[in-house]
Protein backbone atom coordinates (compact mmCIF):
# COMPACT_ATOMS: atom_id res chain seq x y z
CA UNK A 1 0.00 0.00 0.00
CA UNK A 2 1.21 3.88 -0.68
CA UNK A 3 2.07 5.20 2.00
CA UNK A 4 -0.75 8.19 2.87
CA UNK A 5 -2.39 8.94 6.16
CA UNK A 6 -5.57 10.99 6.72
CA UNK A 7 -6.36 12.84 9.88
CA UNK A 8 -8.68 12.24 11.76
CA UNK A 9 -10.38 9.38 10.78
CA UNK A 10 -13.93 10.36 12.31
CA UNK A 11 -14.90 13.75 12.90
CA UNK A 12 -18.44 15.12 14.04
CA UNK A 13 -18.33 18.92 13.88
CA UNK A 14 -21.22 21.55 14.38
CA UNK A 15 -22.42 23.68 11.25
CA UNK A 16 -19.97 27.29 10.97
CA UNK A 17 -17.45 25.52 12.48
CA UNK A 18 -13.95 25.75 10.45
CA UNK A 19 -12.41 22.02 10.02
CA UNK A 20 -9.06 21.18 8.74
CA UNK A 21 -8.40 17.34 7.48
CA UNK A 22 -4.96 17.03 6.84
CA UNK A 23 -3.33 14.22 4.27
CA UNK A 24 0.40 13.47 4.56
CA UNK A 25 2.40 10.93 2.33
CA UNK A 26 5.90 9.14 2.46
CA UNK A 27 6.14 8.84 -1.35
CA UNK A 28 7.26 12.24 -2.32
CA UNK A 29 4.79 11.94 -5.40
CA UNK A 30 4.25 15.45 -6.84
CA UNK A 31 0.74 15.46 -6.83
CA UNK A 32 -2.04 15.36 -4.39
CA UNK A 33 -5.69 15.34 -4.41
CA UNK A 34 -9.09 15.66 -2.20
CA UNK A 35 -12.13 13.73 -3.20
CA UNK A 36 -15.42 13.76 -1.54
CA UNK A 37 -17.72 10.60 -1.93
CA UNK A 38 -21.23 10.55 -1.49
CA UNK A 39 -23.74 7.44 -2.50
CA UNK A 40 -24.41 7.55 -6.05
CA UNK A 41 -21.89 10.28 -7.23
CA UNK A 42 -18.85 8.37 -6.94
CA UNK A 43 -15.96 10.40 -6.01
CA UNK A 44 -15.68 14.40 -6.75
CA UNK A 45 -12.41 16.37 -6.94
CA UNK A 46 -12.57 19.52 -4.85
CA UNK A 47 -8.75 20.60 -5.40
CA UNK A 48 -5.27 19.44 -6.51
CA UNK A 49 -1.85 20.45 -6.15
CA UNK A 50 1.05 19.92 -8.35
CA UNK A 51 3.91 21.22 -6.12
CA UNK A 52 4.59 23.11 -2.96
CA UNK A 53 2.20 25.94 -2.61
CA UNK A 54 0.81 25.27 -5.97
CA UNK A 55 -3.23 24.28 -6.09
CA UNK A 56 -6.06 24.57 -8.55
CA UNK A 57 -9.55 23.99 -8.37
CA UNK A 58 -11.81 20.77 -9.10
CA UNK A 59 -14.94 19.96 -10.18
CA UNK A 60 -16.64 20.86 -6.43
CA UNK A 61 -14.35 23.32 -4.84
CA UNK A 62 -17.09 26.02 -3.34
CA UNK A 63 -16.77 26.35 0.51
CA UNK A 64 -13.38 24.11 0.66
CA UNK A 65 -9.88 25.65 0.44
CA UNK A 66 -6.04 23.89 0.37
CA UNK A 67 -2.57 24.12 1.38
CA UNK A 68 0.40 22.36 0.94
CA UNK A 69 3.67 24.12 2.40
CA UNK A 70 5.24 20.91 2.44
CA UNK A 71 5.64 18.10 -0.14
CA UNK A 72 4.16 15.71 1.85
CA UNK A 73 1.32 17.23 3.96
CA UNK A 74 -1.97 18.71 1.69
CA UNK A 75 -4.40 20.22 3.97
CA UNK A 76 -7.96 20.58 2.87
CA UNK A 77 -10.18 23.41 5.30
CA UNK A 78 -14.05 24.03 5.26
CA UNK A 79 -13.63 27.35 6.72
CA UNK A 80 -17.34 27.61 8.00
CA UNK A 81 -18.78 23.63 7.82
CA UNK A 82 -22.24 23.21 6.30
CA UNK A 83 -24.18 20.01 6.48
CA UNK A 84 -23.87 18.99 3.25
CA UNK A 85 -20.25 19.21 3.12
CA UNK A 86 -20.90 15.75 5.52
CA UNK A 87 -19.27 12.99 3.54
CA UNK A 88 -16.19 10.57 3.29
CA UNK A 89 -13.44 12.55 2.10
CA UNK A 90 -10.27 10.86 0.54
CA UNK A 91 -6.75 11.71 -0.65
CA UNK A 92 -5.00 10.52 -3.48
CA UNK A 93 -1.44 10.87 -4.69
CA UNK A 94 0.33 10.24 -8.04
CA UNK A 95 3.97 11.07 -9.68
CA UNK A 96 2.97 12.47 -12.06
CA UNK A 97 0.11 14.39 -14.06
CA UNK A 98 0.14 11.81 -17.01
CA UNK A 99 -3.05 9.96 -17.63
CA UNK A 100 -0.64 6.73 -17.49
CA UNK A 101 -0.25 7.46 -13.79
CA UNK A 102 -2.90 5.74 -11.63
CA UNK A 103 -3.84 7.19 -8.60
CA UNK A 104 -3.36 5.73 -4.77
CA UNK A 105 -5.57 6.59 -2.39
CA UNK A 106 -5.61 7.17 1.42
CA UNK A 107 -7.89 5.18 4.35
CA UNK A 108 -10.55 8.59 3.93
CA UNK A 109 -12.11 10.71 6.56
CA UNK A 110 -15.65 10.39 7.53
CA UNK A 111 -16.58 13.80 8.76
CA UNK A 112 -20.47 14.37 10.32
CA UNK A 113 -21.74 18.54 10.34
CA UNK A 114 -24.65 18.52 12.56
CA UNK B 1 -15.91 17.75 -19.62
CA UNK B 2 -16.18 13.16 -19.87
CA UNK B 3 -18.67 11.71 -17.68
CA UNK B 4 -18.90 7.93 -16.84
CA UNK B 5 -22.12 6.18 -16.34
CA UNK B 6 -22.15 2.71 -14.60
CA UNK B 7 -26.21 2.03 -14.89
CA UNK B 8 -25.79 -0.88 -12.35
CA UNK B 9 -26.05 1.08 -8.54
CA UNK B 10 -27.34 -2.46 -7.03
CA UNK B 11 -26.49 -5.66 -8.00
CA UNK B 12 -26.75 -8.98 -5.66
CA UNK B 13 -25.04 -12.36 -6.85
CA UNK B 14 -24.97 -15.41 -5.27
CA UNK B 15 -21.36 -17.31 -4.87
CA UNK B 16 -19.75 -18.24 -8.48
CA UNK B 17 -22.38 -16.47 -10.66
CA UNK B 18 -20.77 -14.94 -13.24
CA UNK B 19 -20.71 -10.86 -12.82
CA UNK B 20 -20.75 -8.25 -15.25
CA UNK B 21 -20.58 -4.47 -14.43
CA UNK B 22 -21.55 -1.70 -16.88
CA UNK B 23 -19.31 1.54 -17.74
CA UNK B 24 -20.32 3.81 -20.31
CA UNK B 25 -17.84 7.37 -20.39
CA UNK B 26 -18.19 10.27 -22.98
CA UNK B 27 -15.53 11.82 -24.00
CA UNK B 28 -14.12 12.70 -27.88
CA UNK B 29 -10.43 11.75 -27.62
CA UNK B 30 -7.95 9.40 -26.26
CA UNK B 31 -8.86 8.18 -22.72
CA UNK B 32 -7.30 6.10 -20.10
CA UNK B 33 -10.09 3.62 -18.02
CA UNK B 34 -9.67 2.23 -14.67
CA UNK B 35 -11.61 -0.10 -12.08
CA UNK B 36 -11.08 0.18 -8.90
CA UNK B 37 -12.93 -1.46 -5.62
CA UNK B 38 -13.64 -0.40 -2.13
CA UNK B 39 -13.98 -2.88 0.27
CA UNK B 40 -16.39 -2.29 2.95
CA UNK B 41 -14.82 0.50 5.50
CA UNK B 42 -11.49 0.40 3.37
CA UNK B 43 -10.06 2.77 0.87
CA UNK B 44 -9.71 2.58 -3.22
CA UNK B 45 -7.63 0.13 -4.60
CA UNK B 46 -6.95 -0.47 -8.39
CA UNK B 47 -8.11 -3.51 -9.74
CA UNK B 48 -7.18 -3.18 -13.43
CA UNK B 49 -6.18 -0.23 -16.13
CA UNK B 50 -6.12 0.23 -19.74
CA UNK B 51 -4.18 2.42 -21.63
CA UNK B 52 -3.38 0.78 -25.12
CA UNK B 53 -3.42 -2.15 -27.19
CA UNK B 54 -5.78 -5.38 -26.23
CA UNK B 55 -9.10 -4.12 -25.38
CA UNK B 56 -8.93 -7.21 -22.85
CA UNK B 57 -7.06 -6.29 -19.71
CA UNK B 58 -6.69 -8.57 -17.09
CA UNK B 59 -6.52 -7.52 -13.23
CA UNK B 60 -6.01 -8.54 -9.28
CA UNK B 61 -8.56 -11.36 -8.09
CA UNK B 62 -9.65 -12.92 -11.67
CA UNK B 63 -11.71 -9.81 -12.58
CA UNK B 64 -11.09 -8.58 -16.69
CA UNK B 65 -12.45 -5.78 -18.76
CA UNK B 66 -13.25 -5.27 -22.36
CA UNK B 67 -12.67 -1.85 -23.81
CA UNK B 68 -15.02 -1.32 -26.80
CA UNK B 69 -14.09 1.97 -28.35
CA UNK B 70 -17.11 1.89 -30.74
CA UNK B 71 -19.59 1.71 -28.07
CA UNK B 72 -17.74 3.98 -24.99
CA UNK B 73 -17.71 0.62 -22.95
CA UNK B 74 -15.37 -0.34 -20.11
CA UNK B 75 -17.43 -3.47 -18.76
CA UNK B 76 -15.92 -5.32 -15.77
CA UNK B 77 -16.30 -8.93 -15.83
CA UNK B 78 -15.83 -12.04 -13.51
CA UNK B 79 -16.65 -15.81 -14.23
CA UNK B 80 -17.36 -16.94 -11.03
CA UNK B 81 -17.76 -14.78 -7.91
CA UNK B 82 -16.98 -14.86 -4.45
CA UNK B 83 -18.47 -13.61 -1.06
CA UNK B 84 -14.75 -11.71 -0.85
CA UNK B 85 -16.26 -9.88 -3.65
CA UNK B 86 -18.57 -7.89 -1.84
CA UNK B 87 -17.51 -4.93 -2.44
CA UNK B 88 -18.29 -1.25 -4.53
CA UNK B 89 -16.94 -0.91 -7.94
CA UNK B 90 -15.79 2.58 -9.48
CA UNK B 91 -15.25 2.92 -13.24
CA UNK B 92 -13.13 5.75 -14.03
CA UNK B 93 -11.34 7.69 -16.57
CA UNK B 94 -8.52 9.67 -17.44
CA UNK B 95 -7.48 11.42 -20.85
CA UNK B 96 -4.02 11.82 -22.49
CA UNK B 97 -3.93 15.03 -22.01
CA UNK B 98 -3.89 14.41 -17.67
CA UNK B 99 -4.51 12.35 -14.78
CA UNK B 100 -7.89 14.22 -13.56
CA UNK B 101 -10.15 11.16 -12.88
CA UNK B 102 -13.75 10.97 -13.48
CA UNK B 103 -16.02 8.57 -11.29
CA UNK B 104 -18.84 6.77 -12.11
CA UNK B 105 -21.00 6.87 -9.38
CA UNK B 106 -20.35 3.01 -7.79
CA UNK B 107 -22.05 -0.03 -8.29
CA UNK B 108 -22.49 -1.89 -4.58
CA UNK B 109 -21.98 -5.52 -5.55
CA UNK B 110 -23.30 -8.03 -2.55
CA UNK B 111 -22.92 -11.65 -3.14
CA UNK B 112 -24.73 -14.29 -0.76
CA UNK B 113 -22.73 -16.88 0.10
Known amino acids: ?114 | AQSVSQHNHHVILSEAASLELGCNYSYGGTVNLFWYVQYPGQHLQLLLKYFSGDPLVKGIKGFEAEFIKSKFSFNLRKPSVQWSDTAEYFCAVTSNAGNMLTFGGGTRLMVKP
Open chain 1, 1 to 114: DAGITQSPRHKVTETGTPVTLRCHQTENHRYMYWYRQDPGHGLRLIHYSYGVKDTDKGEVSDGYSVSRSKTEDFLLTLESATSSQTSVYFCAISESASGFHEQYFGPGTRLTVT
